[in-house]
């Protein structure tokens, strides 16, 4: 029922179905296939007994997602709802259990992401370091902008420092979800170079041309390290990547001399 669920939606909102990773004229920022919400009842019409099945996706819509009656004849009018307006609204008695459920879930969801958020941005906005740096937005997303500039900082001068040198590092930390003792356990995947054994999350340096937030970086560095195909196509037999976030990523930074270099990473 993919390919069923896609064109209806497209047909009676308007709202063409775009989920390609992260162009920018997505639509649909995510979608669980995996765990639809299913519905079922029966009725008699005429001398038929009709016993029917109604199975519902749930889908974060994007910003770009704008709504627009395309069958008038059919459709009547399209507006967004609180979720207790909706059950104003409902005459489907199946519907209630099912949005009780989701909207829950995604209450409770929407609440621990905004406490990781408000945390994150306070760890960084007490960092002189990070301050120190134009690229860095208040809000913790990374624009590459990687150069090497003469070095003007009197104390790093004193210290030898002839060159100053901005690196951006881009990458993904994978998991997966795995029973373990009863318990449903995330493993990460993890890397260990062969050079100095240290282990590590698969990223590398930006190249120039790729995405300047760094998700071209990300996927060829996850593909190159760990061999696995990056493939996020919205319900793709084949795919690998059963979500990824890019709204908000993980941030952290540092810095080092080398030689006459002072080194300020971004990872």
Do not use: C
């Amino acid at each position: 029922g993919f390919d069923t669920a896609k064109r209806e939606f497209e047909e009676e909102t308007g709202i063409p179905f775009i989920i390609n990773d992260y162009n920018k004229n997505r639509t649909i920022k995510s979608i669980d296939w995996e765990t639809p919400y299913i519905s079922n009842y029966e009725y008699k019409y005429k001398q038929t007994w009709i016993k029917k099945w109604t199975v519902l996706f749930a889908a974060e819509l994007s910003s770009t997602a704008e709504p627009k009656i395309v069958r008038p004849r059919e459709i009547g009018d399209i507006k967004w709802m609180t979720f207790s307006r909706f059950n104003d609204k409902n005459k489907h008695k199946e519907y209630k259990d099912i949005m009780d459920e989701l909207n829950t879930k995604l209450i409770k969801q929407h609440s621990t992401e905004k406490d990781n958020d408000n945390d994150i941005e306070s760890k960084y906005n007490d960092d002189e370091d990070i301050k120190y740096d134009e690229t860095y937005p208040a809000k913790g997303k990374i624009i590459a902008k990687p150069r090497k500039e003469k070095a003007t900082d009197l104390k790093l001068i004193r210290k030898g420092v002839r060159i100053m040198s901005y690196v951006y590092s881009f990458g993904i930390i994978g998991y997966k979800m795995e029973m373990i003792d009863d318990k449903s356990t995330p493993l990460y995947l993890i890397i260990q170079h062969e050079k100095n054994k240290q282990f590590d999350f698969p990223k590398g340096r930006y190249e120039a041309g790729e995405n300047k937030y760094g998700f071209d970086t990300a996927k060829r560095e996850f593909e190159e390290e760990t061999g696995i195909p990056f493939i996020i196509n919205d319900y793709n037999k084949n795919r690998t990547i059963k979500s990824i976030d890019w709204e908000t990523p993980y941030i952290s930074n540092y810095e080092y001399k080398y030689k006459q270099t002072w080194i300020k990473k971004w990872t």
